[in-house]
C-alpha cells in the first residue's frame, strides 16, 4: 500500500468512524455529535468496527442523549449502559484473579483489553472488550483454572480447545455482562505461520498500575508487534484495533520501532506489523517511520494491495467473507513458512467450532470457498 498519496475524501459517516477509533478519543461529551441523517448507518457501521461503546457515548448523559435522532436513542443509551457495566465488572473480575493467582504463586499477564483501555482511553468504557485475556504458562494452567472455579467460573468445551487452540474460555455462572475470561497457555497455534516467543514476554514482562491494581503485560516492542498482528490475523481489519496500533505507535515513537520491528520479524509477523502501521498512519498520520520489511512475493503484494485498501477497510471491518479473510491473512504470512499448500490445507480448520466440528464435506467445500476467494482477490486491483 502507499500511504504518501493523498488520501481520498471521506464521507461524514466514515470521517466519524475514524474520529471514534483514534486513540485518546473523549467521547461526544467534548466533540460534535455526527449529523442526524449519519446515525442509523452508524449504527451498524460502528458495530462492524467494534466502535458501538465509543458510539454510544452520545448518550453519556440526558441532554446528549435528547439531540439523539429517534430510533437510535435508545439502542445507545442501552448500549452506553452496558460498555458502563462490562467496563467496571472486568476492572473488578480482573483484579479478584490476580489477587488468586498470585496466592499461588501463578505468573499471569494481561493482554489487550484493559490494559488498552486505561492506557489509551480517558474513559475505558469507551473501549470495551468482550472478555478479559489472561496468559498463563501452560504448566499453570489447571492451577489457573481452580483459581477461576472458585471465583464462580465454569469452562467451555474445554477439550475442544484444549485440544485445538491456544486458549480455553471461562463464562461467569452469573452471566453477567463482560464476564467471560480467555485463558491463554499461548497467543497463536502450534502449528501457525507466525510464533511469538511468550516464554520470554514473562521474563521480561512489565508493570503497570490500572484500577485492578499492578499487573503485568508483555514487553512494550511485543505487544506492539502482537497486538499489530492481532489486528489483522483474522483476515480483516476493524478500525477499533487499528486505533489500539495507532496508540501504541504513539507511544512507542521512532526509538521504539526498531525493536518492534525485531520481534516481529523473529514472529515471522513482520507484514503484519508493516500492514498495520500503514492502516494506522493512513487514518491518523503521526509522522513515525517503521523499518522496511523488504518487497512483497509478486502474488502476496497483488493480494496485500487489494485485501488491505484503506476504503474497504472502512467499508467492511469485520463484515468480510470467511474464505476471502483466510486469503487476506495469508497474503501477509511469511512466505517461507506459509506456502500456498499451506493456505488450502489448514484454512478449512478455521470453520471448526465446539458446536460444527470438521467432516470431509465440510472441509472440501471450505478449501473450494478458499480458492474462489484467492482467484476473485488475485484479479482486483487495488483503488
Known sequence: MDT???RPARSPLDETLVRMARPGFHGFREEPLPPDDAWHGLLHAASAHGL???????????ALAARLPEGVRDPLVRARSEAIAADRVQAYMLGDLL???ARRGIPALLLKGQSLAERLFPDPALRVSRDVDLLVPREALDEAGDVLAAQDFEPHAQSFYRARHFHERWLHRGRVVGGCVELHWDVTLPRAAVRFDVARWFEQARAIDLRAGRVAIPPAADELAYVAWHALAGGRARLRDLGDVAGLLRDAGDAGLPAAAEQARAAGASRFLATAFELAESFWPSGVRLPETGPDPRLRGTLRRVAWNPSDVIAHGSDVWWAARQVARWSLEPPERSGIVR????????????????????????????????AFLASRRAS
Open 52 to 62: 458501538l461503546p465509543a458510539l454510544a457515548s452520545g448518550a453519556a448523559d440526558p
Open 4 to 6: 504518501a498519496n493523498p
Open 343 to 374: 493456505l488450502l490445507r489448514e484454512a478449512p480448520l478455521e470453520g471448526e467450532t465446539p458446536n460444527a466440528p470438521s467432516t470431509l464435506g465440510s472441509r472440501l467445500r471450505r478449501r473450494a470457498a478458499v480458492v474462489a476467494a484467492l
Open 99 to 101: 489477587d488468586g493467582f
